[in-house]
């Protein structure tokens, strides 16, 4: 190892091991309250405020969203910075400029510079990474940066941006003893990122929570707009590497044949989300030379331009190998969905999961003559491995526990044939031990 990797190494485990990490412990690590972030961002002399942003929340469906908004960005020449959150296999990944990760130099210059604020203010690992991302934004000139809340709205570190337009993709049940027991109060804490007079663009409309958005856009003065109401995207054809789309606006087909680089027919719902905020920033930001050919090319070259993974990713074939990170019941429900359409002589299933889930209510989605292979992720909030093998016993699941997701892998790829599908998931974390 060079000293440099050596720097950059123990610089990540200083962040991770000194401050509060929700991906790691849970719900401790979260601070209900945008002081440390709001400190970080005076003492960096408000990066955030130098370029436009544009602002995603939602239960399933934002990072897909982040990605593809990231994408017709870029193909009409921006400069765009894009934040996500939790990585996959690289922390850097969280922070992109055009696809670029952030370099281990930046990181470690970054941590350096601030370590005695942070020191002394002690601030969560989301909230010091939020803050080298709009500060390397800043110091990157970029023209716009799209930022993915990480957990929430109101009160995520994130919401200290006043953006060009604000999007909630959904809501679901996830996260409930943070956000709420009930769709209605998880789509208050989302609806948190409504700022005064931006507008704001909602994915799906759902009777118990629509009537939260549209008090909280009255409230602020926020043109709302329902991309579910306007746009509809109807699959020609789908494979894990890319799908085409005939899109409808208002019953007029809008955008014939249009191919997202991305697998899945869920991503319809995204699509649509993401075309109504392709209308929206027409109208809003007039500056850019807004045209389809560069939205279809972006779109087209999504993985490239962005480095969107961990999504319905085919990792092999014969036997095919596929991989997703959902972890809540609205994106299991169309993973099995999905799973199911597929033509296989048997399925195998990695799975591993948060200790924190409502484990039963999430196996449910999975069919019960798949053959299982259970592991833990190799984070400290991980669900042991035999405790998940029990637990899907008395759900009718049947498989054995592994003692790492990368021996689960090996085993599952030891007994499938070549005409068996293989499928990874039930966490972010999961997917990363593999990809």
């Known amino acids: 190892m060079t000293g440099f990797s050596a720097l950059y190494k123990d610089t990540l485990r200083y962040l991770e091991e000194k401050l509060p990490m929700f991906q790691r412990i849970g719900p401790a690590a979260i601070k209900k309250d945008l002081t440390n972030t709001r400190t970080l961002m005076a003492h960096l002399g408000h990066p955030e405020k130098t370029y436009p942003t544009i602002h995603i929340a939602g239960t399933n469906g934002k990072g897909s969203t982040a990605h593809m908004i990231a994408a017709v960005l870029q193909a009409h020449g921006l400069k765009t910075g894009l934040y996500i959150s939790p990585h996959y296999k690289d922390f850097r990944e969280r922070i992109k400029i055009n696809g670029r990760f952030i370099t281990s130099k930046e990181v470690v210059e970054f941590v350096d510079r601030q370590r005695e604020l942070i020191e002394q203010i002690q601030p969560s690992f989301f909230e010091v990474t939020v803050a080298m991302a709009f500060d390397h934004f800043r110091r990157h000139e970029v023209d716009v940066a799209v930022i993915e809340t990480g957990l929430g709205g109101r009160l995520d570190s994130t919401n200290v941006i006043k953006p060009l337009l604000s999007i909630i993709t959904n809501i679901g049940y996830d996260h409930m003893s943070l956000l709420g027991n009930t769709l209605p109060e998880i789509a208050g804490e989302k609806a948190g990122i409504i700022k005064h007079t931006v507008p704001v663009v909602v994915g799906e409309q759902d009777p118990e929570t629509r009537s939260v958005f549209e008090k909280k856009a009255r409230q602020e003065k926020s043109p709302l707009f329902w991309a579910s109401q306007n746009y509809r995207a109807e699959v020609l054809r789908s494979d894990p590497f890319s799908s085409v789309f005939d899109v409808w606006e208002n019953e007029t087909l809008k955008y014939p044949a249009l191919e997202l680089e991305a697998g899945g027919p869920y991503q319809s719902k995204n699509l649509a989300t993401v075309l109504q905020a392709f209308s929206v920033l027409r109208m809003t930001w007039p500056a850019v030379r807004w045209n389809e050919e560069q939205l279809r090319e972006g779109l087209k070259n999504l993985k490239r331009s962005t480095y969107f993974i961990g999504r319905w990713q085919q990792l092999g074939e014969r036997p095919i190998i596929l991989c997703d990170s959902a972890h809540n019941p609205d994106g299991l429900e169309t993973i099995r969905e999905q799973l199911l359409a597929m033509p296989y002589r048997k399925l195998h299933l990695v799975l591993g999961f948060s200790a924190d889930k409502e484990i039963g209510k999430l196996l449910a989605y999975f069919p019960k003559d798949g053959i299982y292979y259970f592991a833990k992720a190799n984070i400290p909030r ?54």
């Open 382 to 435: 991980g669900m042991e491995a035999h405790t998940l093998k029990e637990k899907a016993e008395t759900t009718g699941l049947k498989g054995r526990a592994y003692t790492s997701v990368r021996n689960a892998f090996r085993a599952a790829k030891r007994h499938a044939a070549p005409e068996d599908v293989i499928f990874v998931g039930g966490s972010i974390f999961v997917v990363g031990e593999v990809l």
